[in-house]
């Protein structure tokens, strides 16, 4: 599926106001532009707090490292967790490496995906999930394995990945009326 | 008053800690029972947890798997009375041959307590050895490493002493400093080691740098921690703060004079930046690129400084060599591997955890005494032992004596002590194709037969596997590996064709012609 054609049609937000990935952006570069090797951090912080690293930003990050927008754009681009595009309310990473595999890892991925109708690095219609790969969470004693935002779930059939995903629903209509 | 233990560990929560600590509380406070619990970190037997703890005056009597559905008003009961008539009792939990068979050193401590609690550390031994250390010279205390025969734990096996003297050996210049940077980035398949020392034991790895830091003088570590672990991230960080506050990092460890500070680092989800040179140019903030050796970061690391780099668990088994001395770690082993290693039982298991013993037993004891035979029950066909870079082991091979050596004479490796179960459903042309996959989304880019070779790598196995000029495509596959094997500057693009052609040499029926398998 296309990713582009795919996003048209969905309830993400668009990008965020100026304003508001601004102040994040100055505020993390006031923080942590003077450690060594700042960079990576930055970039945590600043997905931590927007979701995503803003591609306005980038050229703020530049000057206050004194590198090119291109070295910081490099970077963000060769790690798989660092993105320049809004995310879903939740991000639901399922394990796709070899001791996952051995326990139905395949068919689990392949019913997530049909069930949330996306493929990876993609966004649920109703922007709640975003579906990512992952290789190996370090819980392979009890294959296999999915990460709903920070809590990994252990020995996940395709039944309990569809409970799991009705759970978030739930909670967000909670957190909306609350 | 009843004190009772529910893990905090990373898996344990997976199977349902949290919801077993909570049911607890809540029936301790709606029937006036005293109950204490203590979140200590897990035992590493992940096929019983969540492993609640209860203790009496006989020991520490265990209930698992404590799982959400099976959380009733019996078991409750069961639980905070030791019951051991309840099915889900496994009485004396020292007493479970899973546990006593283990020879723990860097895991002694693994589940006993809350992993924060620094009063424990110290009341099992904890600080004796960066005490000891502190009244010792740089050599004096290198030597004790050397002579121990520690190797690194992080995959290559290289002798820690001696990359420990490299690094004191270097006259730092004016004003420059050396650097202890902990390797936490265990990104391989099947392993879990890593993340249970330091989600269970974390001192003992910040013990663990603090030495070598006193070793060879250096003032600054880093823990490059994979953004995969965030209980071990937070553990950490919790865990150094505490150190600090109690003198035993910062500018004046226990009024030593001496200083050494500690950070923690997240990666960003990168196989590669496991790879030690990659690994330093993710921690100065680039993209992770390996770099070509020499300079060895010994000599010329993080930020151009003399650099140690080791894994978690070489960093974690120095307290006991300083505490205990040289010749009692160097006493267990098998071979030129001394000590223990951590094995980790993964995948199709029935009883996955991890396993500390002296190097040595056969594979298949591991297998069959430890793990208890596949979790689906069928039988098991291949085990891939090693990670992703390490090669698929058919029933013929499994005798081999898990040390360093007799892996390799049979063109594989132990790396990281992962073992990776697969009953006979694998396919094993799936698993050499997606062998290449991972070189294709891991690869850092630099050499061309890494980057090209594998996306070439996948087609091939796809034309193999669509029953297309098969005979002239297996030659091709081999000759492509050879190429790998040959052009690629670090184990990425190197050892990607161990599990490949280790899948077509053992399993070629799953290579054969459509329908004769
Ligand atoms: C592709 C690749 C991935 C690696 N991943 C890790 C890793 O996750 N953890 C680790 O400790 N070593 C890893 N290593 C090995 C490191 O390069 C290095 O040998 C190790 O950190 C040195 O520490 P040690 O001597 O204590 O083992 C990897 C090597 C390669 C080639
Ligand atoms: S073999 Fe692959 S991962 Fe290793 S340096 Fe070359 S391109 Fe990078
Ligand atoms: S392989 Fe999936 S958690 Fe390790």
Redesign the pocket.
């Known amino acids: 599926m296309n990713k582009n054609a795919y996003l048209e049609g969905s309830a993400i937000p668009s990008s965020l106001t100026e304003a508001q990935w601004q102040s994040a952006v100055v505020a993390t570069l006031a923080s942590l532009n003077d450690k060594p090797g700042a960079l990576l951090p930055i970039l945590h912080e600043i997905q931590g707090q927007l979701g995503y690293v803003p591609p306005e930003s980038i050229e703020l990050i530049a000057k206050a490292l004194n590198q090119s927008s291109a070295e910081i754009y490099g970077v963000i681009s060769f790690y798989h967790q660092f993105r320049t595009t809004p995310v879903g309310a939740h991000q639901v990473e399922i394990c796709r490496a070899e001791s996952c595999q051995s326990m139905g890892g395949r068919a689990l991925e392949a019913h997530a995906k049909a069930s949330l109708g996306v493929d990876y690095h993609q966004t649920t219609s109703d922007g709640e999930v975003t579906l990512e790969p992952v290789y190996c969470l370090g819980n392979c004693a009890c294959s296999p394995s999915i990460r709903i935002d920070d809590q990994t779930y252990a020995r996940v059939t395709p039944e309990q990945f569809d409970a799991l995903m009705e759970g978030l629903k739930i909670r967000s209509l909670e957190v909306q009326n609350g | 008053m009843v004190k009772c233990f529910v893990p905090q560990d990373m898996t344990a929560k997976a199977m349902g800690a949290d919801q077993a600590a909570g049911f607890i509380q809540n029936a301790a406070n709606q029937s006036g029972a005293q109950v204490e619990l203590v979140r200590n970190g897990s035992r590493g037997l992940f096929w019983l947890e969540p492993l609640v703890e209860v203790e009496t005056e006989a020991g520490r009597i265990g209930f698992g798997p404590v799982t959400f559905d099976k959380l009733d008003t019996t078991l409750i009961d069961a639980l905070l009375s030791a019951d051991q008539s309840h099915p889900l009792c496994e009485g004396l939990v020292e007493e479970i041959p899973y546990l006593k068979n283990q020879q723990r050193f860097s895991f002694v401590r693994a589940g006993l307590d809350d992993p924060l609690s620094l009063a424990f550390y110290q009341s099992t031994g904890g600080y004796v050895g960066l005490r000891n250390a502190l009244a010792m010279s740089g050599q004096a205390i290198v030597d004790q490493v050397k002579e121990s025969g520690l190797r690194g734990r992080g995959g290559a096996a290289f002798p820690t002493g001696i990359k420990w003297q490299t690094v004191h050996d270097v006259a730092a210049d004016e004003g420059e400093t050396k650097y202890i940077v902990c390797n936490a980035d265990e990104g391989d398949s099947g392993t879990f080691a890593d993340r249970l020392a330091m989600e269970a034991d974390p001192y003992q790895l910040i013990e663990g740098m603090t030495i070598a830091a006193m070793a060879v003088g250096a003032e600054q570590g880093y823990i490059y921690l994979r953004s995969e672990y965030p209980e071990a991230h937070r553990i950490l960080n919790a865990a150094i703060s505490i150190a600090e506050q109690a003198n035993l990092l910062g500018d004046n460890i226990l009024d030593s004079g001496r200083r050494f500070n500690l950070e923690v680092r997240l990666g960003a989800k990168a196989y590669?930046c496991g790879?030690e040179t990659?690994l330093l140019e993710s921690l100065e903030g680039k993209r992770g690129?390996?770099r070509a050796k020499p300079p060895l970061p010994a000599i010329k690391g993080l930020f151009g400084q003399p650099t140690i780099v080791n894994n978690v668990l070489t960093l974690a088994a120095v307290p006991f060599i300083l505490r205990e001395g040289a010749a009692a770690y160097a006493e267990v082993g098998f071979g030129r591997s001394r000590g223990t290693l951590a094995f980790q039982l993964a995948g199709n298991i029935k009883r996955g955890g991890l396993v500390e013993l002296g190097f040595g037993p056969s594979l298949k004891s591991l297998l069959d005494d430890f793990g208890g035979g596949t979790y689906t029950g069928r039988p098991m066909r291949a085990v891939q032992v090693g990670g992703p870079l390490g090669a698929y082991l058919p029933e013929s091979q499994w005798d081999t004596p898990l040390d360093y050596e007799s892996f390799a004479a049979k063109q594989a490796v132990l790396g990281h002590g992962g073992v990776v179960v697969f009953d006979d459903h694998v396919d094993m042309s799936e698993q050499a194709r997606f062998s290449m996959e991972f070189?294709v989304a891991?690869?850092?880019?630099?050499?061309?037969?890494?980057?090209i070779g594998?996306t070439r790598g996948v087609e091939v196995i796809d034309r193999i596997r669509a029953n297309e000029n098969r005979a002239a495509n297996l030659e091709l596959l081999e000759e492509l590996c050879e190429t790998?094997v040959d052009?690629?500057?670090?184990?990425?693009?190197?050892m990607t064709p161990f599990p490949v052609m280790s899948a077509v040499r053992h399993f070629p029926e799953d290579f054969a012609a459509e329908g004769s398998k």
């Open positions: 590669i790879e990659a690129m390996v070189c891991e690869s850092c880019g630099k050499c061309t037969p890494c980057r594998s790998m052009g690629s500057l670090c184990a990425m693009g190197g």
